[in-house]
Every structure is written in structure tokens, then in C-alpha cells.
């Protein structure tokens, strides 16, 4: 159907109704196709998770470039392969953001930095650590009886199994 006829059939329509009946006829739909975004949102393993009170969090953020290019600093002298692009924070602490993934001697060093410049104790501020996955595995299709024998197969066979390959170093069983 033309827009012609469109505007004979519904005379007291205005234009700008008239192109929208016009479009979804001839299914030309304004809306935004469905993007699919390949990627998650969330934390990232390039992000340091440092928890403390809100007011601490709120106190350190007020002169967050001098706090970057102290790290930054701090980070070249012990000739660590990372650095701060950024610092957020939210009520649960604040968040360093770097250019790659931090082993545990940038976080001491991160934290030795971040309690000095508060000067606070150390119970108000955590440990500073990495995201953490949790997710689960299914283990199925583990025999009944150790090599054929009458003997059966306890947790504790599993979970030193389980130790020893090396895929599963650092993993935590929640249950058996």
C-alpha cells in the first residue's frame, strides 16, 4: 500500500502518522536491531578489588591523579610489568584498574601504598585481591570401585586426585 492511498482512506491523519503506518506495512521497523555484545560485563583480572569502609573509599578518591602516578611510581621502582590506568570506587572500596593482570607482590606493594596514604590501621582496609570466578563442576562418570577390587572410592580419593593435576591448583571445593 502506497502512501497515496494511505492518505485517501484515513484523510485526517497527519503526515507524520501516515509514514509510520507507511513503515510498519512494509515492515520497515525503526527500532534498533537485537546486538548480540560478545562480551561480559563485570570485573575483569586486570582489576584490583581493595575493600573498605565508604568513608575511607570516599577520603582516598578525592586526589586520585596524584594516587595514579604514585602507584605508577612505586610499581617502576620494584620493576613490576604493570600499571594503573585508572581508580574507581563504590560503596564497597575502590577498584585499581591496570594494564595487565597483578601478581601478589604489585598487590602488597598496592596495599602498602594505599594504608600509608590513609594513614590508617590495617583492620579497616582488606587485603587487596583479584576477581574471583565462581563457578561449578559436575564430575560425572567416576567408577565406583578402585581397580576393580570391592574397594569403593571416597572423597578424599577425589579431592586428592583432583589436588595433584595440575588444572585444579588453585581450586576450592565447596562440597564433597
Do not use: W
Amino acid at each position: 500500500m502506497n502512501t497515496l492511498k494511505i492518505k485517501e482512506a484515513f484523510p485526517k491523519l497527519s503526515n507524520k502518522k501516515i509514514n509510520s503506518i507507511q513503515k510498519v506495512i512494509n515492515g520497515d521497523d525503526t527500532k534498533p536491531k537485537l546486538r548480540i555484545n560478545m562480551t561480559t560485563k563485570g570485573p575483569s583480572c586486570k582489576q584490583i578489588i581493595i575493600p573498605m569502609t565508604n568513608e575511607l573509599g570516599k577520603r582516598f578518591t578525592k586526589d586520585l591523579a596524584s594516587h595514579i602516578t604514585n602507584i605508577n611510581h612505586i610499581l617502576k621502582n620494584v620493576k613490576s610489568n604493570i600499571c594503573t590506568d585508572y581508580i574507581s570506587s563504590d560503596n564497597k572500596g575502590i577498584n585499581v584498574i591496570t594494564n595487565n593482570i597483578a601478581s601478589s607482590s604489585d598487590l602488597q606493594e598496592i596495599e602498602k601504598y594505599i594504608k600509608q596514604s590513609l594513614d590508617n590501621n590495617s583492620n579497616s582496609i582488606a587485603t587487596p585481591r583479584l576477581p574471583q570466578s565462581k563457578s561449578y563442576l559436575k564430575i560425572v562418570g567416576i567408577p565406583y570401585y578402585i581397580n576393580k577390587s570391592s574397594t569403593c572410592i571416597t572423597t578424599e580419593d577425589i579431592e586428592r586426585i583432583l589436588k595433584n593435576t595440575h588444572i585444579f591448583n588453585e581450586i576450592i571445593l565447596t562440597s564433597r
